[in-house]
């Protein structure tokens, strides 16, 4: 049966919704109506809500949003959203990453009378949702403290350390009090927590690994005492994302471990995990 071109009522009924792959015939398809997919591109998954997706009326809603995607080498610092700019995430064996900066618009009759190729849970969608917005509300912190940590990281032991197990956390999250311009001779007093998933938090062997690497983390924040960095005492802790509360939410910003972010845009308020 040949749509009208209001009716998109198939798009529904073969099952498009958010978190959806196209087949690697249709991410051609795509590639030869639109000029800006690159040819290199193997994946195309989209990203539009569900209910833009299944809009049974063309008029209302001509495009749908994809985004890009490529089956990449495991890296923790892309995982539970840690990164602003790339989002990993398993499927099937394979880890997947999305480029926020490979988002594409494209004519929603393109999905009519095609099937998707694979879909993503809920729960995934949700979090890519949650990762794909902080590009239009994250925060950051003083100019002065962003100078002050940046040896922590010209140093790149901490991001070679979270690309190997920053799969076990949600993120890592601070608090440094008033955020502020500090003069010269002030000084930052900070709160370090690690959030790790409930999964990995519940399971021993995993919590203590957690353990090892947020200590590794605390000796390393502890090295910026010459700049004016000091930790609070008693403070810095292992917590499940279950136990983080809504009042923690109002004090605590996400630290992103992500090469050029910290140049000044990579801090992010805090999430809930759920």
């Not at 003069?183 to 990995?200: L, R």
Request: net charge negative.
């Amino acid at each position: 049966m040949k749509l009208s071109t209001e009716d998109a009522s198939d798009i529904k009924d073969r099952g498009w919704r958010q978190g959806a792959f196209l087949s690697p015939e249709l991410v051609n398809k795509v590639k030869s109506s639109n000029d800006l997919v690159p040819d290199s591109l193997e994946h195309l998954m989209i990203l539009s809500h569900d209910c833009d997706v299944t809009n049974p009326n063309f008029k209302a809603e001509p495009t749908v949003e994809l985004i890009g995607a490529i089956i990449d080498e495991k890296d923790g610092n892309k995982q539970h959203g840690k990164s602003p700019r790339a989002y990993q995430f398993e499927y099937s064996g394979e880890y997947y990453t999305l480029n926020i900066h490979q988002r594409y618009f494209v004519g929603r009759q393109i999905l009519c009378h095609e099937d998707p190729h694979f879909q993503l849970n809920p729960r995934e969608c949700e979090k890519i949702q949650r990762w794909a917005a902080r590009r239009y509300f994250r925060q950051g912190f003083p100019d002065e403290f962003n100078c002050r940590i940046q040896p922590l990281f010209d140093r790149g032991k901490i991001r070679k350390l979270m690309k190997k197990h920053g799969d076990l956390f949600y993120g890592i999250y601070i608090d440094i009090g008033d955020h502020v311009e500090m003069e010269p001779d002030e000084a930052y007093e900070i709160t370090v927590w690690a959030v790790m998933d409930d999964a990995s938090f519940d399971d021993e062997q995993k919590k203590k690994q957690g353990d090892d690497v947020f200590q590794t983390l605390l000796k390393e924040i502890d090295t910026l005492k010459e700049h004016k960095i000091f930790l609070r005492e008693g403070e810095n802790v292992l917590k499940a994302a279950y136990e983080v509360t809504l009042s923690d939410m109002d004090l605590l910003k996400r630290w992103d471990f992500d090469d050029l972010s910290f140049k000044g845009d990579n801090i992010n308020h805090l999430q809930h995990p759920y």
